[in-house]
Nanobody
């Protein structure tokens, strides 16, 4: 079973940057490259929402709220996906989850907290 481990969350002032990382340590490389990887977030009292995703081809998609500020990338050789977050705002405060989609099955990581005080 695929296991995802996130890191890189924390507290940062508005306008600052964070880089989230998600790795799949037990994944087989030839299988990992087929996954569409994504970052989702869930703020208190709100539903979980897609922040960014990246297909196995490397094509990224972004939520409108983060376009121009966040960048998603993947390093298949290291079975890792990144989310570079710049110009952070208080409304970016949430638990961020890594997700892996393949053949209709989604696997979630445990999440990492990002806090941007207002």
């Amino acid at each position: 079973q695929l296991q995802l481990v996130e890191s890189g969350g924390g507290l940062v002032q508005a306008g600052g940057s964070l880089r989230l990382s998600c790795t799949a340590p037990r994944a087989i490389f030839s299988v990992f490259i087929d996954y569409t990887m994504g970052w989702y977030r869930q703020a208190p009292g709100k539903e979980r929402e897609l922040v960014a995703s990246i297909a196995h081809s490397g094509t990224p998609t972004y939520a409108d709220s983060v376009k121009g500020r966040f960048t998603i990338a993947r390093d298949n050789s290291k079975k890792r996906v990144f989310l570079q977050m710049n110009n952070l705002k208080s409304e970016d405060t949430a638990v961020y989850y890594c997700a892996a989609d393949r053949e209709g099955i989604r696997t979630w990581g445990p999440g990492t907290q990002v806090t941007v005080p207002s």
